[in-house]
């Protein structure tokens, strides 16, 4: 019984610690831009430029026409950007809900 009550201790332990390292969705409705498909940038050079900004990139996917990363900072912050996926500029970046970063003229 004893056992029992450790191994579900560790399995909420594990659930709780889980939701806290995932990023937030904060994204909402970011509009980039991106064009048609067919001239969007490779996700392979979009996960070098993230990796040139420092980050460990947990997961990269299309939301709408933008490229979203979600990744960790060289701090183990997760975070949540968008890039441009034409140009692969850096558009806005969100911490914890929070925008942390948004390009100069960037309105989307």
Known sequence: MKRTRQYLALAAASVLGLGIATPALADGDVVCGGGPKDKWQPENRLKKEAWLEGWEILK????????????????GQAIEAFFHPVTLQKLVVFRRGQEIYRAKGFKG
């Open 60 to 75: 990269v996917q299309v939301e709408g026409d933008c490229y979203e990363v979600y990744a960790r900072t060289e701090q």
